[in-house]
């Protein structure tokens, strides 16, 4: 079977084309997190609901602090307490006080004339720390302007307004903000389950004898990781062994376990035993299966009854790799997720890259920062079968598919994994 060599953004679109938000599902607001909103959220009210003050001190007419200092004192007598959860019982006339605690109402007033309301905008606090106790009167050190150390009704949100539009992806502040809205739940997008299969004759499960010939199943276990830090829930399926009958049999135990994507690692080259794309194109239909990317370049996609297959390669790195180019953004965009690329940086690569072939590279590097220039350096080997340079690395740096060589103190955008 000979295929065309995709470029990395032709294979993604492909691949992005085939997915879409999944279902929603409504779920209590702490199970929401790193989920993606599908409705929008609007105040049902006023936050705060009521005017408040943000400071321990004293609540009164501004005017009644006109003049004052440390040496020519505001003398206001004391007719109440105001404590954070309860609404006062007495308005402040002129020359009066109360004492207000953090977070409580503030209190009513009334004209100089004490016969009319006055308005909101004529109260002020006075901090505790500008103020001197003497009995039932305190002195006032500092004159203030209406509405000093006062949080108005609807500071935060107004009664109507769009807080959370859908879309959004709820972390720690937007879980606060449906709690201060009231909501005990969330409308979110449902995790998508993802099949995982690793093939090969020469694999074996992780808890058995390491024998001549025989490698582990790595694969397996850091695309469930993946998946799991991505937001998918991952259905492991063991190892399907170097038949058409096996493969076959697995995929379609697999397929009928309702899940919304299958990764395969392993089978997708063109060795007599690479039988992934033979039995997708068998079962199924099949869109590509090369990709201008080291490490990465035989990677098969297509679809198995209506669902979608990525068969990624063996080499553990290259099935890291793979992975965060195509599978994270399908697993984001099932998510609800638009933005669906990472965070890029410009960065100095501090080791050379001697020589490449026209694919674009993604090389494993540390990226640290010193003297506020981004610096990427290389993590060891970089092999597709050495996992140990992923396990130092912390992003990837993107060599250009045009670049003959990458000399150290080349500029190079990283993509962040961490």
């Known amino acids: 079977m000979t295929a065309p060599m995709l470029t990395v953004e032709a294979a993604l679109e492909h691949v992005l084309s085939a997915f ?47 003049g004052a200092s440390i040496d020519h004192p505001a003398h206001l007598r004391i007719i109440g307490e105001i404590a954070a959860g309860y609404v006062p019982d007495a308005a402040v006339a002129p020359g009066t006080t109360m004492r207000i ?41 500092t004159e203030v302007s209406p509405g000093n150390y006062i949080r108005p009704a609807g500071e935060d949100v107004r009664q109507g307004e769009l807080v959370l539009p859908k879309g959004t992806l709820v972390r720690s502040q937007e879980i606060g903000m449906l709690a201060t809205l009231g909501h005990k739940e969330a409308l979110v997008h449902r995790r998508p389950h993802v099949a995982i299969l690793a093939t090969g004759d020469e694999v074996v499960e992780i808890g058995q004898p390491l024998m001549p010939g025989k490698i582990r199943n ?58 992934v794309k033979d039995v997708l194109a068998a079962e199924g239909d099949i869109a590509f299966w ?55 940086l410009q960065a100095t690569l501090m080791n050379e890259i001697a020589h490449k072939d026209e694919r674009r590279h993604y090389v494993r590097v540390r990226v640290t920062e010193r003297d506020g220039e981004i610096r990427a350096h290389l993590t060891g080997g970089q092999g597709s079968g050495i996992l140990s340079s992923m396990v130092k690395a912390n992003a990837l740096a993107i060599i250009p598919e045009d670049w003959e060589r990458a000399p150290a103190g080349s500029q190079v955008q990283v993509v962040m994994l961490d």
């Not at 909103?37 to 003050?53: K, Q």
């Not at 006055?118 to 002020?124: D, K, Q, R, S």
């Not at 390669?313 to 195509?326: H, Q, R």
């Open 20 to 66: 879409h938000p999944l279902e929603p599902e409504r779920i209590p607001i702490l199970e929401a997190l790193d989920r993606v909103l599908a409705e929008d959220v609007r105040a049902g009210e006023d936050i705060p609901p009521h005017a408040n003050s943000s400071m321990d001190g004293y609540a009164m007419l501004a005017a009644d602090t006109s």
């Open 101 to 141: 605690m953090t977070g409580a109402p503030i209190p009513p007033g009334v004209d100089a004339a004490a016969t009319a309301a006055a308005t909101a905008e004529a109260i002020a606090v006075v901090k505790v720390e500008d103020t001197e106790t003497d009995g039932e009167w305190v002195n006032i050190h």
């Open 218 to 275: 790595a694969n397996s276990y850091s695309n469930a990781a993946q998946v799991l830090k991505q937001g998918g829930v991952p259905l492991l399926l063991g190892i399907a062994r170097d038949s058409v009958e096996d493969l076959t049999a697995k995929i379609r135990a697999g397929l009928e376990q309702d899940v919304d994507l299958f990764l395969t690692s392993g089978g997708v080259s063109v060795g007599d035993f690479d039988l």
């Open 290 to 344: 090369r990709v201008r990317m080291k490490p990465g370049k035989p990677l098969a996609f297509g679809r198995i009854g209506g669902v979608p297959v990525l068969g990624l390669p063996g080499n553990p790195v290259s099935v890291m790799v793979s992975f965060e180019v195509f599978v994270r953004p399908a697993i984001w965009k099932m998510l609800g997720r638009t933005d669906l690329a990472r965070p890029t």
